[in-house]
Nanobody
Framework: QVQLVDSGGGLVQAGDSLRLSCAAS????????MGWFRQAPGKERQFVAAITRSGSSTYYADSVKGRFTISRDNAKNTVYLQMNSLKPEDTAVYYC???????????????WGQGTQVTVSS
């Protein structure tokens, strides 16, 4: 079992940057593909980015490609989401998640963090 703790959210202005972190417990972190999702009020949870077990491959939603970067440090059991050039439409609760699959589908993730709020003002 994996427990995930998200952190790093906050209130920023458009154009600013934030780095989210997700710390995992357990000794099996490197066995999981990791993803970041976000959910705005009244909307479905949306895929943002994913990274494979070794970090060799990454995937992004079109809306964040070129602005966000996902990375992981398996020695620290942590996955990161560097968010640059933030826009008001990026405002949401951001969740990290772990899956045995390399997937963009939320229902295929087994473990979830508690979420961290990101608010981007215009």
């Amino acid at each position: 079992q994996v427990q995930l703790v998200d952190s790093g959210g906050g209130l920023v202005q458009a154009g600013d940057s934030l780095r989210l972190s997700c710390a995992a417990s357990g000794r099996t972190f490197s066995s999981y593909n990791m993803g970041w999702f976000r959910q705005a009020p009244g909307k479905e949870r949306q895929f943002v980015a994913a990274i494979t077990r070794s970090g060799s491959s990454t995937y992004y939603a079109d809306s964040v490609k070129g602005r966000f970067t996902i990375s992981r440090d398996n020695a620290k059991n942590t996955v990161y989401l560097q968010m640059n050039s933030l826009k008001p439409e990026d405002t949401a609760v951001y969740y990290c998640a772990a899956s045995r699959l390399a997937t963009r589908v939320p229902s295929q993730y087994d473990y979830w963090g508690q979420g961290t709020q990101v608010t981007v003002s215009s």
